[in-house]
């Protein structure tokens, strides 16, 4: 089912303004406004299934894990097909505006999570920045112009990451910022937005063993103006860097103790009050440490440690002050927690219905709920306040493979499976 309002039909025909910034219910980058995993707005829907709430589907030709990008009237997208690296837009009514081909692509590792697209475009309104496993970094204008590309790879040295690359460009006032954190010379790298230029590279080594060197995670850029601060979690540590010249500004180690070689991580820290909350351990761990300070802050900036929850993919969500992890490894699958921020200590804790999925898609807090997308397309509606876990609805489309977070735009949600991108209404 389609709706096409007069509005949606101008803009398919591409007779609309864009001004070019940022505003309220964009969603720019894989965990929206500020990388937080929290949807401005109200309104979202609470229940929905294929013959209820979906105002648009369309079917996807390129195959991708990424998140797609949303800013005014355009959706923004990656995948790969036929051995290439794709860039589509498309509008808010569901409708194709362009679609460019950027370079061969490297394609996944075997198995339905693995694909050459993990990492999810972003964009400040005049530019959408794309990044790909095949190490191709390119900037677009929104109207589809390329204005610069890169292959990381071939200028700084071959990924060599176990599993699919999976971080996302992140967005300074100045830069497009990638960090490559793998076994070999890992390091943050900054490109001037408009030109590609290259305004610094930072090595980030940190002795960090064998695949416990490899990092999945996407930054976090926090603070405005000269006060910006790019949080990168990988390598055993936490560690902040100036966005100016990339400069380490802090450093949060401990996070393997027993120098286990395989602790890759997967899952970002998020962000949120001045605290980064850092999941790590495959799993096993869930590290806060306060920002600030210089150097080595371990001793003196470690705010709590809990080992009774954390994940292993999913990338907590932060919202008045409260953490929710959502679980994806063994017994404890599906298993949603809130924890207090400033304590680490759980507030409520839940079980999602047990099924042979697991979950892949960050949480996502909109409208006083948490939303859980599982595996296999079903999204679940948790009450975010409260003193006890209250499940309020499961959702499900169709049973289509299911790895990119939702996008939450002015009371909808878009929701990317590996066939479709479906728009979700009230």
Same mark, same amino acid.
């Given at each position: 089912?389609?709706?096409?309002?007069?509005?949606?039909?101008?803009?398919?025909?591409?007779?609309?303004?864009?001004?070019?910034?940022?505003?309220?219910?964009?969603?720019?980058?894989?965990? $929206?406004?500020?990388?937080?995993?929290?949807?401005?707005?109200?309104?979202?829907?609470?229940?929905?299934?294929?013959?209820?709430?979906?105002?648009?589907?369309?079917?996807?030709?390129?195959?991708?894990?990424?998140?797609?990008?949303?800013?005014?009237?355009?959706?923004?997208?990656?995948?790969?097909?036929?051995?290439?690296?794709?860039?589509?837009?498309?509008?808010?009514?569901?409708?194709?505006?362009?679609?460019?081909?950027?370079?061969?692509?490297?394609?996944?590792?075997?198995?339905?999570?693995?694909?050459?697209?993990?990492?999810?475009?972003?964009?400040?309104?005049?530019?959408?920045?794309?990044?790909?496993?095949?190490?191709?970094?390119?900037?677009?204008?929104?109207?589809?112009?390329?204005?610069?590309?890169?292959?990381?790879?071939?200028?700084?040295?071959?990924?060599?990451?176990?599993?699919?690359? $999976?971080?996302?460009?992140?967005?300074?006032?100045?830069?497009?910022?990638?960090?490559?954190?793998?076994?070999?010379?890992?390091?943050?790298?900054?490109?001037?937005?408009?030109?590609?230029?290259?305004?610094?590279?930072?090595?980030?080594?940190?002795?960090?063993?064998?695949?416990?060197?490899?990092?999945?995670?996407?930054?976090?850029?926090?603070?405005?103006?000269?006060?910006?601060?790019?949080?990168?979690?990988?390598?055993?540590?936490?560690?902040?860097?100036?966005?100016?010249?990339?400069?380490?500004?802090?450093?949060?180690?401990?996070?393997?103790?027993?120098?286990?070689?395989?602790?890759?991580?997967?899952?970002?820290?998020?962000?949120?009050?001045?605290?980064?909350?850092?999941?790590?351990?495959?799993?096993?761990?869930?590290?806060?440490?306060?920002?600030?300070?210089?150097?080595?802050?371990?001793?003196?900036?470690?705010?709590?440690?809990?080992?009774?929850?954390?994940?292993?993919?999913?990338?907590?969500?932060?919202?008045?002050?409260?953490?929710?992890?959502?679980?994806?490894?063994?017994?404890?699958?599906?298993?949603?927690?809130?924890?207090?921020?400033?304590?680490?200590?759980?507030?409520?804790?839940?079980?999602?219905?047990?099924?042979?999925?697991?979950?892949?898609?960050?949480?996502?807090?909109?409208?006083?709920?948490?939303?859980?997308?599982?595996?296999?397309?079903?999204?679940?509606?948790?009450?975010?306040?409260?003193?006890?876990?209250?499940?309020?609805?499961?959702?499900?489309?169709?049973?289509?493979?299911?790895?990119?977070?939702?996008?939450?735009?002015?009371?909808?949600?878009?929701?990317?499976?590996?066939?479709?991108?479906?728009?979700?209404?009230?």
């Amino acid at each position: 089912m389609r709706l096409l309002p007069v509005a949606a039909i101008l803009l398919g025909c591409g007779l609309f303004s864009f001004d070019g910034a940022v505003h309220a219910g964009d969603w720019p980058a894989w965990r $929206g406004p500020g990388g937080a995993g929290l949807a401005e707005g109200t309104g979202y829907p609470q229940q929905w299934s294929a013959d209820r709430g979906v105002m648009w589907k369309v079917p996807l030709t390129i195959r991708g894990a990424s998140t797609p990008a949303v800013i005014g009237d355009r959706i923004f997208l990656t995948g790969t097909r036929e051995s290439s690296n794709v860039v589509q837009c498309f509008s808010r009514a569901g409708s194709l505006q362009w679609e460019r081909v950027l370079g061969t692509s490297v394609e996944g590792k075997p198995g339905k999570d693995g694909t050459g697209a993990n990492p999810s475009p972003t964009t400040d309104g005049r530019y959408v920045f794309v990044y790909f496993k095949s190490g191709d970094l390119a900037c677009f204008t929104v109207q589809g112009q390329l204005q610069w590309q890169h292959n990381l790879q071939q200028m700084y040295g071959q990924d060599t990451l176990w599993w699919d690359l $999976g971080t996302s460009p992140v967005l300074t006032d100045r830069a497009v910022v990638v960090a490559c954190m793998h076994s070999g010379p890992s390091y943050l790298a900054a490109f001037e937005q408009g030109s590609g230029k290259l305004l610094w590279k930072h090595d980030r080594e940190l002795g960090a063993p064998e695949e416990a060197a490899q990092s999945y995670a996407t930054p976090v850029v926090v603070g405005e103006g000269d006060q910006q601060q790019i949080v990168v979690l990988g390598a055993d540590h936490v560690t902040a860097h100036a966005a100016a010249d990339g400069a380490e500004l802090w450093r949060l180690g401990g996070l393997n103790p027993t120098g286990h070689k395989y602790f890759r991580s997967i899952a970002s820290a998020a962000v949120a009050e001045g605290i980064v909350v850092a999941p790590y351990a495959r799993g096993d761990s869930l590290t806060a440490v306060r920002m600030g300070g210089s150097g080595d802050v371990t001793k003196t900036h470690l705010l709590w440690s809990n080992t009774g929850t954390s994940a292993d993919v999913p990338t907590p969500a932060i919202a008045a002050g409260r953490v929710y992890i959502c679980r994806d490894n063994g017994d404890s699958r599906g298993v949603v927690d809130c924890l207090d921020l400033l304590t680490g200590k759980t507030i409520w804790s839940g079980q999602l219905p047990k099924n042979r999925h697991t979950f892949r898609a960050s949480p996502v807090v909109a409208d006083g709920r948490v939303y859980l997308t599982r595996q296999d397309g079903t999204v679940f509606v948790v009450n975010a306040g409260g003193d006890s876990f209250q499940l309020l609805s499961e959702n499900s489309i169709a049973d289509e493979h299911t790895t990119a977070t939702p996008v939450f735009i002015e009371g909808k949600i878009l929701l990317r499976t590996e066939s479709h991108l479906y728009l979700i209404g009230s």
